[in-house]
């Protein structure tokens, strides 16, 4: 795409003309296909996932799209992580490596097994967990990793499966970001043992509030079942005889018939902020102090969100730069989070299950504390987040890259 440059280079925020003064467009995300398959549930007369048809229906469509064998439906993203763990049977104790940038959802779901999140370092460029960081981080513990595709770029999937496979441990993917994100022309969520998803109201796609696991193994699903429904076996037949505790996390009808209108409508949006992604990164190559996302090689994001970092030695602080772009209509935020995960009060206080450190006690030799993770550091530091949505249009797309080129030749060179 050819490099597009506003009238003037004075910026909005000194008085000149704003590189986008048009608003972002918009869309409805919901609307008579969801109330069509709401009205089908509602008339089953039931809503309960067991006996109901949108879950079962559910369950297979989405299984098909990604290839697998089995689908297993819960209540969230981070329920879907603790299924999967403890489907891989991750107990009190045991050690999960993940990545040091994520939702505490992710890491929520490692605690509630009893386990301790070790978090590795990520690559700089890719936002994604960093496979040399993984081998430093494993020890005798070391029972699985939780590689997060974060902002629907892929990780380094091959380099992680070695890892896995050299010390025998499970590896889930948090494809909470990550519908239809390719690695080497596979989906995330099918190269692990186990994938894990999120339906609530911010993804791709949304159901409110659910999500799934994905796997290929007849085994872990089985066990994922049974711990997503309080350890009852709803086979027909089965006596109801829980044999281990777990919790009540259905995924009820209501949801289902949402989620089967909404993936009906995931090809046409990943199409779209795919397109939508790639050519804002393109059009921010070659900028003095913009350091755009790479993907691994053989990767493709799907862009829940895009992202860049800057360089504050060239262009100056992240604040003044974000309130500039602000300024010219560009939507944009100071990065994803505020902190490296590791950083939250939880971990830096090791404030456990009711008011107590556990499960922290049982590996008093971890530490959670700056400069754990440099690169992670770094990257929540300077930062900068802008929105992909697939009702943007060309328009959003050109006037955006120009108020982002706009605003970085300005501070690379304040005195042109």
């Not at 229906?57 to 990604?66: D, I």
């Not at 005798?140 to 770029?153: D, E, F, R, S, Y």
């Not at 429904?229 to 777990?246: H, L």
Request: aromatic share 8%.
């Amino acid at each position: 795409m050819p490099a597009i440059l506003a009238k003037s280079n004075a910026l909005a925020l000194h008085g000149g003309p704003m590189a986008k003064p048009t608003p972002y467009g918009t869309g409805k995300r919901f609307g008579n296909e969801e109330k069509r398959q709401l009205s089908e549930a509602i008339d089953q007369q039931t809503l309960f996932y067991a006996q109901g048809k949108k879950t079962k229906e559910f369950r297979e469509r989405f299984a098909a799209r990604y290839g697998v064998k089995h689908c297993v439906t819960c209540t969230s993203g981070t329920a879907a992580i603790h299924i999967a763990l403890a489907a891989c049977g991750i107990k009190p104790g045991d050690e999960v490596i993940t990545a040091s940038i994520t939702d505490i959802g992710t890491c929520s779901a490692i605690l509630l097994c009893g386990a301790i999140p070790v978090f590795a370092d990520l690559d700089p460029r890719t936002y994604t967990i960093d496979p040399a960081s993984v081998t430093a981080r494993v020890g005798p513990k070391t029972a699985a990793i939780v590689a997060v595709h974060l902002t629907g770029a892929p990780c380094d999937m091959d380099a992680l499966k070695q890892i896995a496979k050299k010390h025998d441990l499970w590896l889930v993917e948090d494809c909470a970001q990550a519908y239809h994100t390719e690695y080497k022309r596979q989906l995330g969520g099918t190269l692990g043992d186990i994938g894990c998803f999120s339906l609530n109201d911010f993804k791709h796609i949304s159901a409110g509030d659910a999500g799934m696991v994905i796997t290929h193994d007849a085994e872990l699903a089985h066990r994922a079942e049974l711990f997503a429904d309080k350890c009852y076996d709803r086979s027909p037949g089965a006596p109801r005889n829980p044999f281990f505790v777990a919790p009540n996390y259905r995924m009820c009808e209501l949801h289902a018939a949402v989620a089967l209108a909404q993936l009906e409508k995931l090809d046409s949006i990943i199409a779209r902020r795919r397109r939508y992604g790639d050519r804002l990164n393109e059009g921010l190559q070659n900028l003095p102090g913009i350091l755009p996302q790479k993907f691994v090689e053989g990767g493709r994001g799907s862009y829940w969100f895009g992202m860049f970092r800057i360089e504050p030695k060239v262009l100056g602080p992240r604040a003044k730069f974000v309130e500039a772009l602000t300024a010219e209509g560009v939507s944009a935020s100071d990065g994803y989070v505020d902190r490296a995960t590791y950083l939250y009060d939880v971990f830096t206080k090791k404030q456990g299950f009711g008011g107590t450190d556990f499960p922290f006690s049982l590996a008093p030799h971890i530490e959670y504390k700056p400069g754990l993770c440099p690169n992670a550091e770094a990257i929540v530091a300077d930062c900068v987040k802008v929105p992909v949505s697939e009702f943007f249009t060309d328009q959003d797309l050109e006037q955006t890259v120009a108020g982002i080129r706009k605003v970085a030749e300005h501070f690379a060179n304040p005195n042109r």
